[in-house]
Each structure stands twice: as structure tokens, then as C-alpha cells.
């Protein structure tokens, strides 16, 4: 069975730092995208930053020049380094992967249980 688990969140002041890790795990064949989506109380998930198996990146206009993500393809991890955090930036943060399961051979998109950022002003 695949999973998605987090880890990293917390809090910080405003102005701090955080870096969240997410690691797949189970019979993975191949993993194609994995990301960042976060969701703030009352609000929809939206995305916040995406990374390709080749190493094409995109970002949220909002963390542009703030965040930073990166794949670590042998260990079937994706990092988000979150600097120069704003309150605006509280959410629970989800880790997202479209990946193909060996017991299936079809890409399958899998979430995280997800993690608490929270950023005091």
C-alpha cells in the first residue's frame, strides 16, 4: 500500500523558517509529480508548489522568491524549505503525488494525512 507522510510543520514567527518533508513509501513503480497544496480554515486547498521527476518546478504567485521545493528521486522524497514566513502562510500543509503503483501500473494521485503550519504575527 502507498503512502504520504509529513513531516516538519509547526510554529514559527512570522519572518521564520520551516522546511516540511514528505516521504512515499510502498511498491512504487514510478513517481511523477510531487507537490505542496495547503488549506486555511474556511478557505479552499490550493496549490502551493509542484515538482516534476526531471526537475521542473512551479510556484503559487504568493511563496514566488519565499519557498523552495526540491525531489530527492532516489528516496522517493519531496522537501519544502519555507522561508520569510507570513501569517497568511497558516494553513495544514499536504503533500501531493501522482504516481504509478506497481500493483496497478497506472498513475495514481495520493495525498498526505497533512501538517500544521502556523505563523504568529
Known amino acids: 500500500q502507498v503512502r504520504l507522510v509529513e513531516s516538519g510543520g509547526g510554529l514559527v514567527q512570522a519572518g521564520g523558517s520551516l522546511r516540511l518533508s514528505c516521504a512515499a513509501s510502498g511498491s512504487i513503480y514510478r513517481i511523477n509529480t510531487m507537490g505542496w497544496y495547503r488549506q486555511a480554515p474556511g478557505k479552499q486547498r490550493e496549490l502551493v508548489a509542484t515538482?516534476?521527476?526531471?526537475?521542473?518546478?512551479s510556484y503559487a504567485d504568493s511563496v514566488k522568491g519565499r519557498f523552495t521545493i526540491s525531489r530527492d528521486n532516489a528516496k522517493n522524497m519531496v522537501n519544502l524549505q519555507m522561508n520569510s514566513l507570513k501569517p497568511e502562510d497558516t494553513a495544514v500543509y499536504f503533500c501531493?503525488?501522482?504516481?504509478?503503483?506497481?500493483?496497478?501500473?497506472?498513475?495514481?494521485?495520493?495525498w498526505g494525512q497533512g501538517t500544521q503550519v502556523t505563523v504568529s504575527s
Open positions: 501531493n503525488a501522482d504516481l504509478v503503483p506497481r500493483t496497478l501500473l497506472r498513475p495514481v494521485n495520493y
Open positions: 515538482g516534476t521527476s526531471g526537475g521542473t518546478t
